[in-house]
Structure formats: C-alpha cells, structure tokens
C-alpha cells in the first residue's frame, strides 16, 4: 500500500475549482488543523506531528504538502480496511488461483509459476486444482476500486436527474408495448448487425403468439454527464437490462460517508452533503414485489449469469436483500445453464433444475458474447416464451439500444408515447444531440471535427465507443462503402465535462489524476396490467474515470466506484 497519492497527469484540463481534497487555507479554521479527531493514539500521534510549526527552512507549502500526504495515507488504509470489512469487493484479475487440499499438514509442495505454466512436486500424492476469482465465490478478492473522497456535484442538477428516473421508466414502458415502432425503427439496423437481428427474431416470434407481458418489471439506470460547454446535464445513454453495480455503489456512498465522519473537519467538507443511496434495498425491493405478484410461494428468482464474473459480489447484495426481507430465493444460472436444466410447461411456468421460476432477472445476456452458441439463444427463447416476469422483457431490452435513443429524440416522437407535456420537455431538456449517419450534414461536421461526437454501435457494456481519428477513419469508411452499414451507428454529441485532481486507489494503491465523472440514475418500475405497483428513482451510481479515458465501465476497467456531494454551485 502507497503511503500517499502518486500524481499522475495524462493532460492539460483545467481542474474544477475547489477540487476534491481542499489544502489548508488560513481562511478556514478547520482546514488549517490536520488533526483527525478520531482519539486512537496513532491518529493523535501523527495529528500533533502535523499540527506543530513547520521546521526551519521548510516553506509553507511543502509543509502544507506533506500534512495532505500524511492524511490520504490514513485515509487509504482506513477505507482499504473499511472495504474488506463490508464486502466492496470485486474478484481479482490476476491469474488462476492453485487449491492444493492436503492430506496431512507435514505435507510439503513446491510450485514454480511462469505465466500459467505449473510445475508441482510433492512429496507424497497430492490432487490440485485450478479455481477462478470469477468463478467461486470467496476466491481472490480485492476491494472494489474507488475515488478516495465524493465528486462535487450541482444540488439543482442532482434534483433534476432524480426527477427524470420515473419520466423515462414509464417511457420504456410505453415504447415496449409499440411493437410495430421497434420492428420497424430497427429495420435496417437488422440488417448489418446480427446481435440486434437475433434479438428482433425473438421479438417477433413473441408478437406472432400474441404474448403478454402483464407483469412487467424495469430496473433501469440512465447515464448523465455534465456538459461544461452548454451548463446543463446531457444523458449519455438509458440502460434497461444488466444496471450494474446497485450494491457496490450503495457501499462507496457509506465508505466515503464514513471518511466525512473522520476526516470531514480537517477537510472542511460535510458528511451529510453526500445524499443517501438505497439503490441495493429498492432493486431488492422491486424484485420482491414481482415475485409477490407472480403469486406462488414455492418459486425462486433466477439470476442468469455469466460464466465468469468478478462482479458476481454486487450481485449477491441483491440476494442477500431478497432473502433477508422477503424471504425470497434466488438462483444463479448462465444461458447455457438454463438452456439444459430448463423447461417451460404447459401452463407456461419456467422450471429451472426442478424449480418453478417467478422472475427472471438478467445480469448477462446484454452482449454477443454472451451468446457464443445457439444453446444461449435457445434458453433466451425459452425464458422469453415462459410465464416468468422477465428483467428485462425482450422488448425492454430493444428500448434501451442506442438506435431507439437516437429515434426518441427526434421531432414529435415523445409525442407518441408520453401525454403530459412537462413530463416531455424535461425529457428532452436532458437529450443530448442523436443522429443517424443518414444525415450527411452531421456526418460531414463529425469528419471534419471528430473530437466534438462519439460513435455508438449497438452494443453494451463498455469499450464499444468510437472517438478522435478512429470516427473520422471508421465514417470515411462507411461512407466508401454505403449501403446498409451506417445504419450500425449513431452520432453522438460529445460531452465535454469539468475535470477535477481527484484520488483514485486500486488495489491498495492511491494515485491523484485529472478525472471526469458520470451520474447514474437508478429506477424500478413495477406494472401489473393496469396497475402501476412501483415507480421509482432508486438510488444512484457514480463513475469517476481519468480525463484522458474515454470509456467509463467500471468492471471492464476504466473507471472507479464514486459517491456525490452536493454543493449549492
């Protein structure tokens, strides 16, 4: 572990004003005294180490330098101890983890690693075998990687972004139910895309039975930046299947709450500035209540999974919270899983290994690879055809595709699914500028100047985006080779937010950088026929990525787990 921040500075951005970890000032009475008020004898040791006079010969500011430096430090090994303690945990991406169970313990074992090359000699028999961080549950875990203090974040925009959560889950649903609307708005996109094809064959086969969804559950996150040139939040994108990280992210909000407990004097920012995040209790909650209108008390939820997931831990928060408050059980299926062990009866219940499923609740199944044979697609089927409440439906799932967010935001389209013309205004006051590479105007300005869009396929789950040289590249491409190509993409207006000096700590590790942030919005939405159950912003996630970087997944690598703190700005 560090024993202080390592500042790293990919490029020139101005940061934001005040920045994350204020020095102290002799304007502030609190942050001109680094001693933390926390009694332990190391804390007080080191509090009046950094409290008397600088020594002579040294400046102000190396002194004020050094008291920062010894303050992050306490503050990484306090949050890296808090981390392992309440499970911000993520599995390691190191290499393969060698179990040796034992025969007896005088039993000794040499092992040489080079790479994943394995020489074992023991000396009596001995059996091993090989376990994966994202395979068994409690096998080689970090902490989850996190900002080491919240982002800054505007009150009014905060306010703003949790107003919109209930807008957009009842324009999902709405949207669901056009089924002639999604057809046709991803026509083309069919055609050059053959994950959104399949997907749109399952849909299809879906309306050619005529099958209801009576039930039908969102847990939905819409993605904001805020964009420094125009003042205003700009959604990034509307996710509705897979919206990852409501545990995880609802423990960094308590682990930074904590730090302000501690620290928050000396640094002069406020605990209670950082808003309350339930978002682990209320998808919880959401599920719960799906499974209480399926109404059978013997069936479980079914999680489909990934055959290897680190973040499997953020997942379990969920089922920990189904089993503690509503007594539910869940279980944990890959596609392929559910495709041998699964079966729909004829009264139209999904039965996994022998037991009846109420809700079917996706944590894969978002990408291509999640579908490396036709067994996947074939389970996908069969869960589609069954009585379960899906999370999502195959029609939620095509709302949240990136070629329904451009079409939304065209002219008078919001018009054919929402009534309420305030409702409609905030939703497009947030849209950032969509367009098709039809529109060779656009496509000419994105040549000309890259830097100002991003290029979206149709994809999910980070590092999919096209930026700089390569959109210029890839659209003189599409453009040579017409036809039906461009319809793979969007344009994007790209958002250019404040960046701010910021400590970041991966394992174990703290480094300062230059980073942007990017607020998640949670919702569930709970619908039985007519009857609208829950409609909600439930909680939120923060994402904070170094300013050079342009993709922001978390799990892929790209970003660290943050928290906000409101400010009257």
């Given at each position: 572990m560090s024993s202080s921040c390592v500042s790293?500075?990919?490029?020139?951005?101005?940061?934001?004003?005040?920045?994350?970890?204020?020095?102290?000032?002799?304007?502030?009475?609190?942050?001109?005294?680094?001693?933390?008020?926390?009694?332990?004898?190391?804390?007080?040791?080191?509090?009046?180490?950094?409290?008397?006079?600088?020594?002579?010969?040294?400046?102000p500011a190396e002194e004020a330098g050094q008291r920062r430096a010894a303050v992050l430090a306490e503050m990484?090994?306090?949050?890296?101890?808090?981390?392992a303690v309440h499970g911000h945990v993520v599995g390691d991406r190191a290499d393969p983890i060698l179990i040796l169970p034992m025969e007896t313990s005088t039993q000794r074992v040499n092992i040489s690693c080079r790479f994943l090359s394995f020489r074992i000699s023991c000396t009596t028999p001995c059996f091993c075998q090989l376990q994966r961080?994202?395979?068994?549950?409690?096998?080689?875990?970090?902490?989850?990687?996190?900002?080491?203090?919240?982002?800054?974040?505007?009150?009014?925009?905060?306010?703003?972004?949790c107003e919109l959560a209930p807008i957009f889950n009842e324009l999902v649903d709405r949207v669901s139910l056009d089924g002639e609307f999604l057809q046709a708005a991803l026509s083309r996109t069919k055609q050059v895309d053959e994950f959104t094809a399949r997907l749109l064959e399952i849909h299809e086969k879906m309306k050619a039975i005529n099958k209801k969804e009576d039930i039908r559950l969102g847990l939905h996150r819409s993605d904001y930046m805020l964009d420094s040139?125009?003042?205003?939040?700009?959604?990034?994108?509307?996710?509705?299947?897979?919206s990852s990280f409501p545990g995880l992210g609802s423990l960094v909000s308590e682990l930074h709450r904590t730090l302000l407990n501690h620290y928050g004097k000396v640094l002069g920012?406020?605990?209670?500035?950082?808003?309350?995040?339930?978002?682990?209790?209320?998808?919880?909650?959401?599920?719960?209540?799906?499974?209480?209108?399926?109404?059978?008390?013997?069936?479980?939820?079914?999680?489909?999974?990934?055959?290897?997931?680190?973040?499997?831990?953020?997942?379990?928060?969920?089922?920990?919270?189904?089993?503690?408050?509503?007594?539910?059980?869940?279980?944990?299926?890959?596609?392929?899983?559910?495709?041998?062990?699964?079966?729909?009866?004829?009264?139209?219940?999904?039965?996994?290994?022998?037991?009846?499923?109420?809700?079917?609740?996706?944590?894969?199944?978002?990408?291509?690879?999640?579908?490396?044979?036709?067994?996947?697609?074939?389970?996908?089927?069969?869960?589609?055809?069954?009585?379960?409440?899906?999370?999502?439906?195959?029609?939620?799932h095509l709302v949240g595709t990136k070629k329904i967010q451009q079409e939304l935001a065209k002219p008078n389209v919001l018009e054919r699914f929402l009534d309420n013309k305030e409702d409609i205004a905030k939703l497009r006051k947030s849209f950032a500028g969509l367009w098709s590479l039809d529109n060779e105007e656009i496509v000419k300005s994105a040549i000309e100047k890259p830097d100002l869009f991003v290029l979206k396929p149709q994809r999910e789950g980070g590092g999919n985006n096209?930026?700089?040289?390569?959109?210029?590249?890839?659209?003189?491409?599409?453009?040579?080779?017409?036809?039906?190509?461009?319809?793979?993409?969007?344009?994007?207006q790209r958002i250019f937010?404040?960046?701010?000096?910021?400590?970041?700590?991966?394992?174990?590790?703290?480094?300062?950088?230059?980073?942007?942030?990017?607020?998640?919005?949670?919702?569930?939405?709970?619908?039985?026929?007519?009857?609208?159950?829950?409609?909600?912003?439930?909680?939120?996630?923060?994402?904070?990525?170094?300013?050079?970087?342009?993709?922001?997944?978390?799990?892929?690598?790209?970003?660290?787990?943050?928290?906000?703190?409101?400010?009257d700005e």
């Open positions: 790293h500075h990919h490029q020139a951005v101005r940061p934001r004003h005040g920045g994350r970890l204020p020095l102290p000032s002799p304007r502030s009475a609190a942050a001109s005294s680094f001693a933390p008020p926390a009694p332990r004898r190391r804390r007080a040791a080191r509090a009046a180490a950094m409290s008397a006079e600088a020594a002579p010969g040294v400046a990484v090994e306090e949050a890296a101890v808090w981390c961080s994202g395979t068994v549950p409690g096998v080689g875990l970090v902490h989850a990687p996190f900002s080491l203090l919240p982002a800054r974040f505007p009150a009014s925009f905060w306010k703003q972004a040139e125009t003042n205003s939040l700009l959604q990034i994108e509307l996710n509705t299947i897979s920012l406020d605990s209670k500035r950082i808003p309350r995040n339930w978002a682990a209790t209320q998808f919880a909650e959401a599920l719960g209540k799906a499974w209480a209108e399926y109404n059978n008390d013997s069936a479980v939820v079914l999680m489909v999974v990934q055959p290897e997931e680190r973040n499997m831990y953020d997942q379990y928060w969920l089922v920990s919270h189904l089993k503690e408050s509503y007594g539910v059980t869940t279980i944990r299926k890959t596609l392929a899983q559910v495709e041998a062990e699964g079966q729909v009866l004829t009264d139209g219940t999904l039965v996994i290994d022998g037991r009846a499923v109420a809700v079917v609740y996706f944590r894969a199944g978002y990408a291509p690879a999640d579908y490396p044979s036709e067994a996947e697609w074939r389970a996908r089927l069969l869960m589609e055809q069954s009585s379960a409440i899906k999370c999502p439906s195959i029609s939620y096209i930026y700089g040289h390569d959109l210029r590249d890839m659209l003189i491409k599409l453009q040579k080779e017409q036809g039906e190509s461009l319809a793979a993409y969007i344009l994007m937010p404040k960046a701010s000096l910021t400590p970041l700590v991966r394992g174990g590790d703290c480094f300062e950088d230059l980073t942007i942030s990017e607020l998640g919005i949670y919702g569930a939405y709970l619908r039985n026929k007519d009857k609208v159950i829950l409609n909600n912003q439930s909680g939120y996630l923060m994402r904070t990525k170094v300013s050079s970087s342009n993709e922001g997944g978390v799990a892929a690598g790209f970003a660290v787990l943050d928290s906000i703190l409101l400010t």
